[in-house]
């Protein structure tokens, strides 16, 4: 399936017509799989104009930080902010690159894709294994007139450190404190219920398998695959659908002034937000022996603030503000 595509480009980015007269260079990064549909398209767009072969392998928000603690990529990514205490530590430097949100996805058969509702304590019982069945009283309640199966609900959660399990588990600790007492925020959590897949593509692949299937993923690889998509229910009181304008109203409403850049934007007021939105990060080293990759992540992305705004759009990403690109470059990048 198209989801498996996404790793697969990973392994290896290359395109033709290097900038004439300019060595190429490789950079490796890792980390955030949420990143990695954007960050692949950015790599190949923009080689012929910098030199540079970004390589990138979308291993998950927890690898991503740890490799890069270790000196072992030259730049990670992440869905979660790191540690302030870690960014010392291992002299690293932090900033957000795009925004996008995570969708729950769903197979109910007979149910077509974007009509079923969900609220955050309904999707947080589910999760936990309280609400067992897709008809069950309180899932009915909130769909009347949908013809809702008598089917087992089979969970689909991201198997190791997940920045798609640290956003949902935000979202769902604000409005839930069953959720907040038994299971908290996290890339990884003892799950009750279900089976682990690996990240958003393995959700894109699985989900569409099982009868029965809710799962979570973000959103390139829920188009690209065509996945069924739920409304939640926002912090305004609205029932919304996950896309470019929900997310970027979320956008709108974060503050982007917190300290290293680690802004959340889930549970935003927007009217039209998506509940579950964030931000992903690149962690890009300031150690000496790091000084020239880092010099060239950092003018990747760079490239990326002035030239990848259209393509972040196509794939339903959304740009950070101007303004907070422009501190970025202004504190980080020069």
Known sequence: MRAIRFALMALAISSAGVTAGRAEMSVMGTGSAFAAP???????????????????????SSVGQLQVLRGLTDFGGSDVPMDDNKLKEGNIRQFPTIV???????????????????????????????????????????????????????LLYHAGGSGGTYAISRYLSKNSAAWRDRMG????????VGAGVKGSYGAASTVPMTPGGI??????????????????QNRAGRFVMPNGRSFADAAEHGDWSVPN???????????????????????VPRSPDKRATSAAALEFFKWAFAHGDATARSMQFVPLPSKVKADIVTTLMN
């Open 215 to 232: 799962g979570y993923a973000e959103l390139s690889y829920v188009t690209a695959n065509n996945l069924a998509t739920v409304q939640l």
């Open 100 to 154: 996008g949100g995570y969708a729950v996805v769903v197979n109910i058969p007979g149910v077509s894709a974007g009509k079923l509702r969900l609220t955050a304590p309904v999707l947080a019982d589910i999760f936990m294994g309280v609400v067992k069945s897709w008809d069950d009283v309180r899932i009915v309640q909130l769909n009347p007139g949908l013809a809702l199966p008598s089917l087992p609900i089979s």
């Open 38 to 60: 954007i960050y692949i398209k950015w790599a190949e767009q923009q080689k012929p104009t910098t030199g540079l072969a970004i390589n990138y392998q979308p291993s998950g």
């Open 185 to 192: 925020i996290g890339m990884t959590l003892s799950w009750p």
């Open 261 to 283: 850049f680690a802004v959340d934007l889930t549970d935003m007021p927007g009217e039209h937000a998506w509940p579950i939105v964030t931000a992903t990060f690149a962690l």
